[in-house]
T-cell receptor, first 114, second 113 residues
Framework: KAGVTQTPRYLIKTRGQQVTLSCSPI?????VSWYQQTPGQGLQFLFE???????NKGNFPGRFSGRQFSNSRSEMNVSTLELGDSALYLC?????????????FGSGTRLTVV | AQSVSQHNHHVILSEAASLELGCNYS??????LFWYVQYPGQHLQLLLK??????LVKGIKGFEAEFIKSKFSFNLRKPSVQWSDTAEYFC???????????FGAGTRLTVKP
């Protein structure tokens, strides 16, 4: 079966711009979680969605937002980009309870803010 | 603050050496524990997981981990590493009834041939 698909793979944006990242989970998976990965910080939890509802949110500013559609696909948006937002953004999907059977991760979107 | 700690930032070993990577967490209550691996240029993959029962769990590629509840630890081990084990390893904790999973900062393992 197809894995978790994230688009685009790479993005270069300038400070102040906004960006939208997309994630298509494995078919049948209803929970989608987003993480920010940076060297030395590991994976920082952004938010988790299930059935179009945000169930949990990490400790990130309001510039970071997301949503989930009825087909379980998810998007995350970052507004007013800052240099520190440069990172690999990972999406992970699971059947229902996040990570209960282990996440399946996508390859990520590498965002560079210049 | 609740956290997942991986104390080793970068570990360098020669092939056939034994490996132990530390992971400690500070969450109370029932937890599910995981180790993920990220090979160079690849996405994160599940290595092994602990839910309940035998605290010694075996994963793929000869890895194992031991859950010690009294120490809030879940250390990853492998008796004899190979060059192909070069990767970054992440410990993760999911608190029961909480809808997110928290990761440690990762440990980069370099195995010299």
């Amino acid at each position: 079966k197809a894995g978790v698909t994230q688009t685009p793979r790479y993005l270069i944006k300038t400070r102040g711009q906004q960006v939208t990242l997309s994630c298509s989970p494995i078919s049948g998976h209803r929970s989608v979680s987003w993480y920010q990965q940076t060297p030395g910080q590991g994976l920082q939890f952004l938010f988790e969605y299930f059935s179009e509802t945000q169930r949990n949110k990490g400790n990130f500013p309001g510039r970071f937002s997301g949503r989930q559609f009825s087909n379980s696909r998810s998007e995350m948006n970052v507004s007013t980009l800052e240099l520190g937002d440069s990172a690999l953004y990972l999406c992970a999907s699971s059947l229902a309870v996040p990570g209960l059977e282990g996440y399946t991760f996508g390859s990520g979107t590498r965002l560079t803010v210049v | 603050a609740q956290s997942v700690s991986q104390h080793n930032h970068h570990v360098i070993l020669s092939e056939a050496a034994s490996l132990e990577l530390g992971c400690n967490y500070s969450y109370g209550g029932t937890v599910n524990l995981f180790w993920y691996v990220q090979y160079p240029g690849q996405h994160l993959q599940l290595l092994l997981k602990y839910f309940s029962g035998d605290p010694l769990v075996k994963g793929i590629k000869g890895f194992e981990a031991e859950f010690i509840k009294s120490k809030f630890s879940f250390n990853l081990r492998k008796p004899s590493v190979q060059w192909s084990d070069t990767a970054e390893y992440f410990c993760a904790v999911k608190v029961y009834n909480n809808n997110d999973m928290r990761f440690g900062a990762g440990t980069r393992l370099t195995v010299k041939p």
